[in-house]
């Protein structure tokens, strides 16, 4: 058998393998954006809160919701870590951490940029009124968006960029 002839076998079968997990990690991702979309705003405050008391019960580390610095620092790290993915697991729901995350960071934001609530295709939103303009965001999103694809400190950045007052900045 010619050397050539193994390369290429082993390049398609690398090739495979690679495009079979990016559809598993497509599928579980669009699946995830699926059930964040039909979070209930009824529902937020007792999935922030199992956010905060499972952090502090598994892990050991206090989300307090009156400091958004140090809570968004910490959250930030843990994300980007993977650990909440494992503590929030759910059966055939791998990105079951983003509900209480995504809640915790909404309700963070809600209290200390004085947002409001609103439905949207995409999920709850939080509308922040400033003076000259309106933001809006979607925190749930945001913590599946970190986990996949953020960097260090960005998630804290978003949480301070939102609860900071613009004369502030």
């Given at each position: 058998?010619?050397?050539?002839?193994?390369?290429?076998?082993?390049?398609?079968?690398?090739?495979?393998?690679?495009?079979?997990?990016?559809?598993?990690?497509?599928?579980?991702?669009?699946?995830?954006?699926?059930?964040?979309?039909?979070?209930?705003?009824?529902?937020?405050l007792?999935?922030?809160?199992?956010?905060?008391?499972?952090?502090?019960?598994?892990?050991?580390?206090?989300?307090?919701?009156?400091?958004?610095?140090?809570?968004?620092?910490?959250?930030?790290?843990?994300?980007?870590?993977?650990?909440?993915?494992?503590?929030f697991?759910?059966?055939?729901?791998?990105?079951?951490?983003?509900?209480?995350?995504?809640?915790?960071?909404?309700?963070?934001?809600?209290?200390?940029?004085?947002?409001?609530?609103?439905?949207?295709?995409?999920?709850?939103?939080?509308?922040?009124?400033?003076?000259?303009?309106?933001?809006?965001?979607?925190?749930?999103?945001?913590?599946?968006?970190?986990?996949?694809?953020?960097?260090?400190?960005?998630?804290?950045?978003?949480?301070m960029?939102?609860?900071?007052?613009?004369?502030?900045?």
């Amino acid at each position: 058998m010619s050397w050539s002839l193994v390369l290429t076998v082993g390049a398609a079968l690398l090739a495979g393998f690679l495009g079979w997990g990016a559809l598993l990690l497509r599928r579980s991702l669009g699946s995830s954006m699926q059930r964040l979309a039909l979070v209930e705003l009824a529902s937020i405050l007792a999935l922030a809160e199992e956010c905060r008391r499972t952090v502090r019960d598994r892990l050991k580390i206090e989300l307090d919701p009156r400091d958004p610095d140090a809570a968004a620092r910490a959250l930030d790290e843990l994300v980007l870590s993977g650990r909440l993915r494992s503590i929030f697991k759910a059966d055939g729901y791998d990105m079951r951490y983003a509900e209480p995350v995504g809640a915790f960071l909404s309700e963070l934001i809600r209290r200390h940029a004085r947002a409001e609530w609103a439905d949207d295709e995409l999920g709850p939103m939080l509308v922040i009124h400033r003076p000259g303009e309106v933001v809006e965001t979607h925190p749930f999103l945001k913590a599946v968006r970190h986990h996949t694809h953020g960097t260090p400190g960005q998630l804290h950045a978003y949480v301070m960029e939102l609860v900071t007052p613009s004369t502030e900045r």
